[in-house]
Nanobody
Framework: QVQLVESGGGLVQAGGSLRLSCAAS????????MGWFRQAPGKEREFVAR????????WYTDSVKGRFTISRDLAKNTVYLQMNSLRPEDTAVYYC???????????WGQGTQVTVSS
């Protein structure tokens, strides 16, 4: 079992910044991919970003490129999502997830709310 706990969400004005954290614990092993997803009201959950086990490879959805940065601290088993220049359309519940080299997202966190006011 793997537990993922997100934190760092909140209310921010458009143009502001937030940093989300996701701490992983349990049987993660040594090589796993972590990712961030979000789900806005009335919409399907969508991919935001992911980072490989070494931190050297990252991917972003087009709408956040240049504004969001994903990073990880292997020693702390924690992944971060630095979100700058936030827009109202970034409002959503943000979830982190882990891929234990299975090719799919094996575990999910409980989510953290991000609200961007205009």
């Amino acid at each position: 079992q793997v537990q993922l706990v997100e934190s760092g969400g909140g209310l921010v004005q458009a143009g502001g910044s937030l940093r989300l954290s996701c701490a992983a614990s349990g049987r993660t092993g040594s090589r796993y991919t972590m990712g961030w997803f979000r789900q806005a009201p009335g919409k399907e959950r969508e991919f935001v970003a992911r980072i490989g086990w070494s931190g050297g490879r990252v991917w972003y959805t087009d709408s956040v490129k240049g504004r969001f940065t994903i990073s990880r601290d292997l020693a702390k088993n924690t992944v971060y999502l630095q979100m700058n220049s936030l827009r109202p359309e970034d409002t959503a519940v943000y979830y982190c997830a882990v891929d234990l080299s299975s090719g799919s997202w094996d575990y999910w966190g409980q989510g953290t709310q991000v609200t961007v006011s205009s």
